[in-house]
């Protein structure tokens, strides 16, 4: 009996990782698809991809906290590399001639064959970010504190948040947009993205406090 018990325990820590590690590969995936479209709200432009994107730092730390630093760490360039594979089949799939009755080979080819450019700079932005907010995350818990389980993920997001803005927007669209519009995106960026780090909090009280 007990031996069962341990075992369904085990079998329901694995399946809330795979949750876990799913949710933040489909996060990266969803953001970098969006960041392909740059709105207007509020008097301010910015990228599609920003109103999911943060819920990837969040999740970061859910791996961090129940996987540990090193899973952590493999899974943002885990997530990178499937990020480019992605953009590569989109370009891959945009160059296949498209059959005379589907008329809508330009706007697929013109929406999701690869900017490049903008490829590049998510992925960049993702890698530097995801990675500095590991490190800030990881000296929280051992140096400062393993309570008030908010402030870890507070924390690291206050830092990494901002930088993954200033790295992406200024990669994807510096020289090419006024800097005034750069900086729009930026700033829009990095409010949008606190909101939902502060909505996303909670997230992390879900999993046991089980590695570093």
Known sequence: ?????????????????????ASYAAAQILADVGSLKIGYLFGMSIDGGTF???LTFTLRDMIHKKLGKSAARTIIFASAVINILMAGYFALIALVPADPAWELQEAFAAVLGPVWRIVTASIVAEVIAELLDTEIYH?????VTRNHQW?????????????DSVIFAWIAFGGELPVSVVWSII??????????????????????????
Do not use: C, H, Q
């Open 151 to 163: 402030s870890r993920v507070l924390v690291s997001n206050v830092v990494s948040i901002p930088v």
């Open 52 to 54: 999911i994107y943060p």
């Open 1 to 21: 009996m007990k031996i069962e018990k341990n075992s369904s325990t085990i079998g329901i820590a694995s399946i809330s990782a795979v949750i876990i590690i």
């Open 139 to 143: 000296l929280w818990v051992t140096r």
């Open 187 to 212: 700033l829009a960026n990095i409010i949008v993205k606190g909101i939902v780090t502060l909505a996303s909090i909670p997230f992390i009280y879900i999993v046991k406090d089980e590695a570093l």
